[in-house]
């Protein structure tokens, strides 16, 4: 049944020239196999589960949609989520922590992250979402202005992922698009992340304090950047 649903839906997805899929599921379970048949193969070592489908009509693809062109900063939108996720599933090299309010380690599915901000807080007024578009229809970034709800929503939460063909002038106007407000604005940072951390600071971010093994990257622990306007 499986096979027959999979074959109908993958031939009508190359007919409406999609170019890449992405799902997950349970590692070497049957639907794994099922989805392997299919062409989907797995992101790479510890993403196990973790599938990506490729139009073999386009291998090119990826390197077209992310090329460096002129870009503009739009309210994330209901529309964006597969670009989001798409963006957010690619290997960052050297940088882990992503987004804290979301999650994003590495690289993440991000499924259920951006749907969970849509309904839960797109409407609200002390949150905040944008991406940065380019001129091929991919989202090069995104960032988030949030509270931080692990201090009883008096600070807010600032985390911005993002694309490394893009850098710190295209950030900038990204997160000046998000609404200051009168609270403390904390934004943590990977260290190797040199181009966040340049843009952050030049909208008077400051790193207050490092915090030692914050998180771990595989087996090895690694310190974090708090960064306070």
């Not at 839906?9 to 999609?18: K, L, S, T, V």
């Amino acid at each position: 049944i499986c096979s027959h649903i999979m074959t109908y839906q993958m031939e009508d997805f190359r007919a409406r020239n999609g170019r890449v899929l992405l799902l997950g599921t349970g590692y070497q379970r049957p639907p794994y196999y099922i989805y392997a048949s299919f062409g989907f193969r797995d992101w790479g070592a510890g993403y196990e589960g973790r599938m990506r489908y490729n139009n073999p009509a386009d291998p090119d693809f990826e390197t077209t949609f992310f090329a460096h062109t002129p870009t503009k900063v739009v309210k994330a939108a209901w529309g964006h989520w597969p670009r989001v996720a798409f963006m957010a599933h690619l290997p960052f090299p050297d940088v882990y922590l992503r987004s804290v309010s979301m999650e994003v380690w590495g690289a993440a599915l991000l499924e259920g992250g951006y749907c969970r901000y849509m309904v839960e807080g797109a409407n609200r007024p002390d949150c905040s979402a944008f991406v940065l578009e380019t001129e091929t229809g991919a989202v090069a970034a995104f960032a988030t202005c949030v509270p931080d709800t692990r201090w009883q929503r008096r600070v807010n939460l600032l985390d911005v992922v993002y694309h490394p063909n893009f850098t710190k002038v295209d950030l900038i106007p990204l997160l000046e698009a998000l609404p200051r407000t009168d609270k403390p604005t904390h934004c943590y940072a990977d260290p190797r992340d040199r181009e966040k951390i340049a843009a952050i600071e030049t909208l008077g971010f400051r790193r207050e304090a490092v915090i030692p093994r914050l998180f771990s990257q595989s087996d090895t622990y690694r310190d974090g950047w708090l960064f306070i306007r």
